[in-house]
C-alpha cells in the first residue's frame, strides 16, 4: 500500500493586509513535507474563507516554493472559455517546474453562472468540452478541435505546458457523469469529505463503467476536513470531520490509515481554522499524526 500523501487546503480568510501571509504559510507547509497545498474556485465571498482566484494565488505559490505541488481544488471549467483555460494552465505549469494538478469540477452555484453568464444546465457539457479542447491544446501543434462550445483551426497554444500531455487532472464530483469524466479525461478522482466506504464504492463504481480500461492508473484523492485538539474552529466544517468531534492524533491517523487502506492516496486536509491558527495547525498535523502513518 502506498503512503498516503497529504496535503493543506490554502482556503482560510487570510488578512488582506498581509497578503504574503498565504504564501508564507505555504512555504511552511513545505518545510514540514506536506505533498501539495490546494486552492479552490469561488468567484463570489462563500463566507468559508478567503476566496481568491486558484490559478493566480497558486503562481505565487509557486514562485515561493520549490517542491510542493500545486491542486485546484477544484477549478469549475465552465467558468473558462477553453482556450483561456488551456494557456492559464500550460503558464502555470511551466512557472511551477511542472507541479501543478488540475483539479476540475463541473460546479453549482446559480448566482456565479448567472454573474458569468454561463447557463447552469449547460456546466456538464461544457466542462466535457473544454477539458477536450484543453487535452487537444496541449498535445498537438497545430491543434483543430470541433467541440458544441469550442471551435478551434489549426491553434497554437499560446504556450505548451512543460507536462508532456498537459498537467496531470482530476475530476471532482461524484454521480456517474463525474466518474465516466474521470475515465475520459482525468488522471484521477477528487472526493470531498469522502469517508473509507466511499472510497470503496467510488473504485467499485470505476471499474462497472471502465470496461476494458485499466483503472489502476488513477489517482483516488479527496478532501477532508479537520479541527486540531486545542484550536478553536472559526466555522463549522462542511462535512463529516477526520478523526470525529473530539479528534486526537490517533483517532485522526486512523480514519487516514483507513482512507489509505480503501485506495486513497492523497489527502487534503482543510482546516476550519482561523487564518493565525494555520500554521500550528500543520506542526500538530506533521508532528502527531504524519509519524503514524508509516
Known sequence: MPPLRLGISLQPRWPLDDGARVLRAARHAEDLGFDHVAVGNRLLDSGFGLDTDPLVLLSAVAGATTRLRLLTSVLVAPYYPALVLANQAATLDVVSGGRLILGVGTGWNPAEFDAVGVPARERGARTDDHLAAA?????????????????????????????????????????????????????????????????????????????AQDTGRLTLASAAFLTPPSLPAAIAPPGRPLGGTAPTAASVADDLGRLAEAGLTACTLWLPVAAEHVERAMEWVAAEVAPQLG
Open 135 to 211: 487535452k487537444a491544446l496541449w498535445t498537438r501543434r497545430p491543434a483543430d478541435f470541433d467541440g458544441p462550445f469550442t471551435t478551434l483551426r489549426a491553434a497554437h497554444l499560446g504556450v505548451p505546458p512543460v507536462t508532456v500531455g498537459g498537467p496531470p487532472v482530476w475530476i471532482g464530483g461524484h454521480s456517474d457523469a463525474a466518474l465516466r469524466r474521470v475515465l475520459r479525461f482525468g488522471h484521477g478522482w477528487y472526493g470531498t469529505g469522502a469517508d473509507a466506504a466511499e472510497v470503496v464504492d467510488v473504485r467499485r463504481r470505476l471499474g462497472d463503467l471502465a470496461d
